[in-house]
């Protein structure tokens, strides 16, 4: 497939355990970006990346999160220490990053923290 | 980005039109209006954008009005696949940008 593909698509941690979220954006796009989705909540803007500028973190929650874009690529969000608070589906998408700019979105990985 | 605002929830029946509102008064000369739409557990998905002219694509048609401050999304034949929570968001076109998300329009289409 050419979407954007995120892994894992569960992952049930307990409090207080790292966590790492995978993002393989679409091939060639140079924009990357992270948002999270709350249980009846609207989509939160985490970090976005484009191309080899500074990653935009000012959505980060708090200093337990941290991602990392590979090569221009995938991309792992990580989340220190967990607490339930972190429960949520994390959504990834990726953009050409000019012009229109349309972000095209993974199915997300739910996190579940006990 | 400009604010928007969108009905929380909408009813359409199976095959008729559906016709999203949404508000955006203070939208800026260089911000296109957006819409994205996200089914049951799935990730947004992008239907269409436009900046002053009324646009058509395979999925819907937009509409905005002339003096910018509101559009209309309009799904021609809408069927139970296009049940969702629709976005209106307005944002400058230029560069990687973060998408702003309000909390959407509930439509639910009826048989």
């Known amino acids: 497939g050419a979407g954007v593909s995120q892994s894992p698509s569960n992952k049930v941690t307990e409090k207080g355990k790292d966590v790492e979220l995978r993002c393989d954006p679409i091939s060639g796009h140079t924009a990357l970006y992270w948002y999270r989705q709350s249980l009846g909540q609207g989509l939160e803007f985490l970090i976005y990346?484009?191309?080899?500028?500074?990653?935009?973190k000012s959505g980060l929650p708090s200093d337990r999160f941290s991602a990392e874009r590979t090569g221009g690529s995938v991309s792992t969000l990580t989340i220190q220490r967990t607490q339930q608070e972190d429960s949520a589906v994390y959504l990834c998408?990726?953009?050409?990053?000019?012009?229109?700019?349309?972000?095209?979105f993974g199915a997300g990985t739910r996190l579940s923290v006990l | 980005d400009a604010k928007t605002t969108q009905p929380t929830s909408m009813d359409c029946a199976e095959g008729r039109a559906a016709n999203l509102p949404c508000n955006h008064s203070?939208?800026?000369?260089?911000?296109?209006v957006y819409w994205y739409r996200q089914i049951h557990s799935q990730g947004p998905q992008y239907i269409i954008h436009g900046l002053k002219n009324n646009e058509t694509n395979e999925m819907a048609s937009l509409i905005i009005t002339e003096d910018r401050k509101s559009s209309t999304l309009i799904l021609p034949h809408a069927t139970l696949r296009d049940t969702a929570v629709y976005y209106c968001i307005v944002k400058i076109i230029q560069g990687a940008q973060k998408l702003v998300f309000g909390q959407g329009t509930r439509l639910t289409i009826n048989p």
């Open positions: 203070t939208i800026s000369g260089n911000e296109y």
């Open positions: 998408a990726s953009s050409h990053g000019a012009g229109v700019n349309i972000q095209y």
């Open positions: 990346f484009q191309g080899n500028s500074a990653p935009d």
